[in-house]
């Protein structure tokens, strides 16, 4: 009988132990977040945001999405962020849109895989009443309430320019572009095909468009280079153009022979840089879109004035002679 009362005595100073423990974590737990103004704020109550990429695996989209994030925590927004399986599927982010509508989204940040495609989905968001704030490319509306984006055509002539610069003779030009219907591939295709023209050294120009990812890249690059070995000037006109390009000239040995100016960075991308299978990159702040993307949404929510309804986010030049300052490390390799 007192064996049992001893174990019925340690079992209950142990639950008084684990009480005490348990009191003294929620309390720090609510100071804490007393102190930062986090708390008593349920879910349901707080606005959502349906956030809507063209990709989640890509180290651009994923920087975007870290953007995203950042804001949302900030101004205490309930966030989703979504994409589609492919960067072809505008189908996919038109049943998104969709499905934020009937879920009560209080606005929308969207990049459009189809410019004319993605329009009527939209449309039918705005119609809801919800706000849609464009980010990375556009969308045939113009009813959205704001963009955030890089200066694609000025990109591309910056992409263009630094290879006038770089091949004094004639230029034989291909160009690697993502889907036809993306109008931040067209506006970039468009900057460097103007920029390169201007100069009267263009002899001819080829063009190939791809399946946006790293192996259709790969393989268009190796058709036109086959087709056209007289190039010696390429542009690869966003990060899974840039890699498939690069590993098809890796492969190829044609490092001292051909030119790459591609877009976006990554590590490997950035070590192609390094060792010559990219001449240059034209590097965004896709971190930026991210972050006044939904900051942007949430002043609309609560009705205050934005800015301006058009935002341009920054564009770097990188090459092998300043890839190693430190603003530019700070560009290239972000920690999200």
């Not at 003294?24 to 008593?40: D, E, K, N, P």
């Not at 589609?84 to 505008?90: H, I, K, T, V």
């Not at 063009?207 to 259709?216: A, F, H, K, P």
């Not at 051909?258 to 001449?279: C, K, P, Q, R």
Request: charged residues 20%.
């Amino acid at each position: 009988m007192r064996s049992k009362r001893k174990n019925i005595s340690k079992t209950v100073i142990l639950s008084a132990v684990l009480l005490v423990v348990i009191g003294f974590a929620v309390f720090y737990v609510m100071r804490q977040a007393l102190s930062t103004g986090t708390i008593f704020t349920p879910r349901e109550t707080r606005p959502y945001v349906a956030v809507i990429g063209k990709s989640d695996v890509s180290a651009f989209w994923i920087s975007v999405s870290s953007g995203a994030r950042a804001a949302a925590a900030e101004y205490n927004i309930d966030m989703t962020f979504e994409a589609p399986g492919s960067e072809e599927d505008y189908e996919a982010q038109n049943a998104m849109i969709r499905a934020a509508i009937s879920n009560g989204a209080k606005a929308i940040v969207f990049s459009a895989i189809d410019y004319n495609g993605n329009a009527e989905a939209i449309r039918e968001a705005i119609d809801a009443g919800i706000p849609v704030v464009i980010i990375d490319s556009d969308v045939n509306c113009d009813d959205v309430s704001c963009r955030i984006m890089t200066d694609n055509y000025e990109a591309g002539r910056l992409a263009g320019e630094h290879a006038l610069e770089n091949n004094p003779g004639t230029l034989v030009v291909g160009v690697v572009n993502y889907d036809v219907n993306s109008a931040n591939g067209q506006q970039r295709e468009q900057g460097f095909c103007d920029a390169i023209n201007e100069s009267g050294r263009v002899e001819a120009i080829y063009t190939v468009n791809c399946v946006s990812t790293e192996e259709s890249a790969y393989e268009g690059t190796m058709q036109l280079l086959a087709e056209h070995p007289e190039i010696n000037t390429l542009a690869a006109l966003n990060e899974l153009m840039s890699l498939g390009s690069g590993y098809a000239i890796r492969d190829l040995g044609l490092q001292d022979d051909l030119e790459i100016y591609a877009f976006d960075s990554n590590v490997i991308s950035v070590g192609m840089l390094e060792t010559g299978e990219i001449e240059g990159l034209v590097v965004q702040n896709p971190y930026a879109m991210g972050y006044l993307g939904v900051e942007s949404a949430n002043n609309l929510i609560n009705g205050t004035k934005l800015p301006s309804a058009n935002i341009n986010t920054t564009t770097t030049y990188v090459a092998y002679d300043n890839m190693y300052n430190i603003d530019i490390q700070r560009m290239i390799f972000r920690f999200e």
